[in-house]
């Protein structure tokens, strides 16, 4: 028997997409360097993406580092360059 077509369903599965905003700074002790803003789907990402470097959140006491904060729930993570 074939398919009956139901009005507004196209038979594709959508997807939705869970990108965030990210405010990420490049840090220099307490103050910003660089500012950037950036679509990515997590906080890891976005810091990777906006300083095109590779990140550790195992950050210690280094100098240079960078803050992503969640645009929506102001959630603020921390993360070393590698």
């Not at 890891?44 to 906006?50: F, S």
Request: hydrophobic share 35%; aromatic share 6%; net charge negative.
């Amino acid at each position: 028997m074939p398919a009956i077509p139901l009005p507004g369903v196209t038979g594709r599965i959508e997807q939705r997409s869970h990108m965030k905003v990210y405010r990420v700074e490049e840090m220099d002790g307490d103050s910003v360097v660089t500012s950037h803003t950036i679509n990515a789907n997590t906080p890891w990402v976005a810091a990777e993406t906006a300083t095109g470097s590779e990140v550790t959140d195992l950050r210690g006491h280094e100098q240079r580092w960078i803050r992503v904060t969640n645009e929506a729930d102001g959630v603020v993570n921390r993360y070393a360059f590698k």
